[in-house]
Structures are given as structure tokens and as C-alpha cells.
């Protein structure tokens, strides 16, 4: 096979030397594989299969659990930092939880690359990480519908909760606090960055999200939000 | 053929080790009881005592059999400096390189989301409670240049914002003796990035 661009998204130790690995490839999606004599001290691999950095595999077997043959690296690792660390964390956290293994996913990988490259930027966390947890909806035909629950187009004037299993929204009258029919037709054109909107994309990626991760929650989400939460406290 | 109950009891045992292997475990046991029963028999007493007695120093957390470890004892040592690093063989490194006087503080890990290791799993609750206790002015953040290390210091140093202990964190450089053509990238940008003024004294 000719060499797949790919990322690390989670290596963890197995057996004495090597490691299992989780990546994401371009043309082969979410691929799981068994990296031998990575753990090995001193070997050279062991500095290079670092997550955002890009890479080049090649690996053999049929099954889910592949083994990787060769790997170089291109370029040197995103050097990512502090809060924009754990953003790349949670992305990793979200590929390796949502994705099932060996599906192909289109743009999900140009998005991937394209989002850990701006984590490194503070104003553009929210929006990149948005884009990216979009794109992965998509990939698993999964993105939310703009419609009410019977298909009838959304209501301006109303407020909405997102069903989960319908991927679309049932009205809640306008008096409930739910999300407002006016922000949604927004992010049904599209505006997913549009200012204002950033709690509302938000709330609903991590909505359509909650089905496809399972019961336990992210535990990087969780580490940010226990950081944030201290910050508040200290302020106070 | 196969060995006797007690013999085979033994290969199994001796295969909790770290690169042991079925033939590797046949050799070390062939060899105790053939040629060494007396080192068997030390190596048995040793192993018995270390894990009954042995446990986690109060203070820093390293491994030591007394409340508190050699280091923390030491009344020479500089305790306004605080070092924290992963494990204790981090810190058996930073001590055998020598030039550091000041105190530890063992995590027994990293913070590692995917793997399910979160803040409580790494004693910061501890470290927390012994610089409310210590007067401590500099926190070395030696924890492991990988992403979980770094992900720790981040963690570390947003939980001790407020507290007046300076914070620092290892630098990264080429290792002595290396050539620059064959370090990796990231290791030489960061290097590049941390240069330092240049004296000939």
C-alpha cells in the first residue's frame, strides 16, 4: 500500500515494547492498529508517534486490529499548549469515542488537520472545534435536521428542544426555555460561526453528540470544565 | 514433560517481571535452584519485606519503607524549591544528574482523558494540601515532554494560580553530544525557540 497520511489520536501501552494505537487516516478513516517495539527505550519511533503530528503509515493485516509497517513523520508536531492542548485533547477524545472503526469520512480528515492547526489560537478554539464536531456528525449521518419533528419547517417565534433519535426538534411553546426557532434557521443556513450563536452551536452539537459517545462522559470536557469552574471560584 | 507443582508454581510467579517470558522464567528458576539457592533465598526474603513494608513517603509521595523518604529528611535540602515529576525513577534521574538541592513531589502518573486518569488519580489533592501547609517560592513542573505531561503541567499550573510560588517547567534542548541534523523537528524548534544568551566565560 502507498503510505496514508495520518494523526495519532491515543496510543496506549501493550505487552513489554509496543503500543495500541488509534489513528485517523485519510482515506481509511478511524484505523486501529498494533505499533511494535514503540515503547522500546531509546527507539526512534517512540518520539515520533506523538499525537498532532502528521504522519505516514502503512500497515498490514484484514481484521479491525491492524499492524503498522512504516512510519515517517512530515513535519514536526502542531506544538499545541495549555487550554489549546486539552481542546486537542477532547478532539481526540471525540474521533477515538465516535468514530467506528474502518468507516470512511470524507473531509473529516482535511477538517481534523485544519482544526488542531488553529487550536493554537485562542479566538478560534470554539469556532474550529465547532467545525470540526460538525463535519464528524455529517460523516456518521448524524447532523441534526431543521425541521420539526412531523417535517413542518421551524418557527421563528417558538422555542424548540432537539429529539435525539428524530435528529429533529419538537416545539415547546414560547414560554419554556429551550432554543429559539430564529437562532436555529441561522445555523440551518449555515451560520455556525455567527456571533451570538456560539452557546446555541454548542449546546446542540454536543446534543446530536450525546447519542454516538455512549454513557460515560468525555473526560477531557470534563478536565476543562473543572478548570473553568476553579477559575470562577478563584475569582470570586 | 513438565516440572513439578512448586517449580511450575515458580516459572508462573516469575512472569509478573517485565520482560520475562516462559524461557526466561525456566532459566531464572533453573538457576536459583541449581546453582544459587542461597541468593534465591535472599531474594525471597527482600521481595517479602519490600512489599510488606515498603509504601509512599507523606510528603513527597516516593516509594520508602519509613513515614517520610531520605530526601525529605534531609535537613540541607532546600525546601523553598518544589519539584514535581511523574515517578519515582523521574526523580531517582534528576538526582543522580546531580546540581538540583530542593524537594519533590511524586504524581505516580499523568493525566491522560482518553484513558480515563483524571486530577484525582494524581495526588493533587496532596500537593495542594502541602503548599497550604509549606512556604514554597518555586514549583518545578518536571513532568514528561509528551502530550499527557504537558497536558499535567497545564492542569498543575492553572490549580496554583493565586498562590504566590513561582512556576517553571523544564526547558527542551538538543541532548549533549547530539548532532542538530538528526533531532527531531519539534525538539530543535523549541530548542530554537529557547536560546539561551551566549558567554564564553
Known amino acids: 500500500m502507498t503510505p496514508q497520511p495520518a494523526y495519532l489520536l491515543h496510543k496506549r501501552p501493550y505487552r513489554e515494547t509496543s503500543a495500541l494505537v488509534d489513528v485517523i487516516t485519510l482515506e481509511h478513516g478511524h484505523i486501529r492498529a498494533v505499533a511494535q517495539g514503540v515503547q522500546r527505550a531509546g527507539s526512534k519511533s ?11 503509515l502503512t500497515w498490514i493485516g484484514d481484521g479491525d486490529l491492524k499492524r503498522l509497517r512504516m512510519m515517517e513523520t512530515t513535519q514536526s508536531a502542531v506544538l499545541l499548549a495549555g487550554e489549546g492542548l486539552l481542546c486537542g485533547l477532547y478532539a481526540n477524545e471525540l474521533l477515538t469515542r465516535a468514530l467506528p472503526v474502518g468507516l470512511p469520512t470524507g473531509d ?30 455529517e460523516a456518521l449521518d448524524a ?10 419547517p421551524l418557527d421563528p417565534s417558538t422555542r424548540y428542544t432537539y429529539v435525539a433519535e428524530s435528529r429533529r426538534f419538537r416545539p415547546i411553546g414560547a414560554q419554556h426555555p429551550g432554543w429559539d426557532g430564529r437562532s436555529l434557521k441561522l445555523l440551518a443556513r449555515g451560520d455556525w460561526d455567527a456571533s451570538g450563536l456560539a452557546g ?17 462522559p468525555l473526560r477531557s470536557r470534563e478536565l476543562m470544565q473543572r478548570l473553568s469552574q476553579r477559575r470562577r471560584q478563584g475569582r470570586a | 514433560m513438565s516440572f513439578s507443582p512448586l517449580v511450575e508454581q515458580l516459572l508462573e510467579s516469575l512472569r509478573v517481571l517485565p520482560g520475562v517470558g516462559p524461557k526466561t522464567a525456566q532459566r531464572m528458576a533453573l538457576h536459583l535452584l541449581e546453582r544459587e539457592r542461597d541468593g534465591g533465598r535472599r531474594l525471597s526474603q527482600a521481595l517479602t519485606e519490600a512489599i510488606e513494608r515498603v509504601g509512599y513517603c507523606e510528603r513527597c509521595r516516593t516509594l520508602t519503607e519509613e513515614i517520610q523518604c531520605g530526601v525529605c529528611q534531609d535537613p540541607r535540602r532546600d525546601s523553598a524549591l518544589l519539584c514535581v515529576v511523574e515517578s519515582p525513577a523521574d526523580m531517582l534521574a534528576i ?18 482523558p ?23 517560592s518555586e514549583i518545578i513542573l518536571a513532568t514528561n515532554p509528551t502530550v499527557e505531561g504537558e497536558a499535567t503541567a497545564h492542569y498543575i499550573a492553572e490549580h496554583l494560580v493565586g498562590r504566590e510560588a513561582r512556576l517553571s517547567r523544564l526547558a527542551y534542548g538538543v541532548p549533549m ?3 542538530l541534523e538528526y533531532v527531531d523537528g519539534g525538539t530543535l524548534s523549541r530548542a530554537f525557540q529557547g536560546r539561551q544568551p551566549f558567554s564564553s566565560e
Open chain 1, 46 to 56: 517512540r518520539a515520533k508517534l506523538q499525537p498532532f503530528a502528521p504522519l505516514h
Open chain 1, 143 to 152: 447532523e441534526p435536521i431543521f425541521l420539526e419533528t412531523d417535517d413542518s
Open chain 2, 177 to 179: 553530544g547530539g548532532e
Open chain 2, 114 to 136: 482518553l484513558d480515563g486518569i483524571g486530577p484525582d488519580d494524581i495526588g493533587l489533592d496532596q500537593l495542594e494540601a502541602r503548599l497550604s501547609r509549606e512556604t514554597v
Open chain 1, 200 to 216: 446555541l452551536s454548542k449546546a446542540l452539537t454536543r446534543a446530536a453528540l450525546a447519542p454516538l459517545i455512549g454513557n460515560q
Open chain 2, 95 to 112: 538526582e543522580q544528574a546531580g546540581g538540583y538541592r530542593g524537594q519533590y513531589f511524586v504524581l505516580h502518573g499523568h493525566l491522560s
Open chain 1, 108 to 137: 473529516l480528515f482535511a477538517i481534523y488537520a485544519w482544526t488542531i492547526e488553529r487550536l493554537t489560537r485562542p479566538a478560534e478554539r470554539a469556532t474550529s472545534l465547532r467545525r470540526l464536531e460538525i463535519t464528524l456528525l
